[in-house]
């Protein structure tokens, strides 16, 4: 995609990711990872007896599957060379994610800006949605960082 065309997808509708299961043993090796074992997350018959009914996914469990989720969908510009992770300009958790749900993410393009000659940054609107949920899991503004061709220093 040429630099102007790149330039012009701002307001695009980049669609749906497939739906993603998620299972106690991604929720349960996640808290192994971040060392946040608690019980609404881990702890099976304590959850039950909650207000939750059951065990939910970490939010920053459903915030790290945007990079699978997404990247179904982001089409970058030509000659990439890489792309960063830039930040979030918002994030909100919406809803729980109850363990056996299944998510996916709506991703649209909010902005995009030539920064140098050859980098883009662009700011994705993604929503992560809840089969069968009408409140989604998520929102955020995720920007991402990709350098062209033209944007290498030699």
Known sequence: METTDFLSRTGTDLGYSDWFLIDQQRVNDFADVTIDHQFIHVDEAAAAASPLGGTIAHGFLTLS??????????????????????????????????????????????????????????????????????????????????????????
């Open 65 to 154: 599957l945007l990079v699978h989720l997404a990247s179904q969908l982001m089409a970058p510009p030509d000659n990439l060379v890489m792309s960063f992770n830039y930040g979030f300009n918002k994030i909100r958790f919406l809803a729980p994610v109850r363990v056996g749900s299944e998510v996916r993410a709506h991703v649209t393009v909010a902005d995009v800006t030539e920064r140098d000659p050859g980098q883009f940054l662009v700011e994705y609107e993604v929503t992560v949605e809840i089969r069968g949920e009408d409140t989604p899991a998520l929102v955020a503004r995720w920007l991402s960082l990709h350098i062209t061709s033209l944007g290498e220093t030699k």
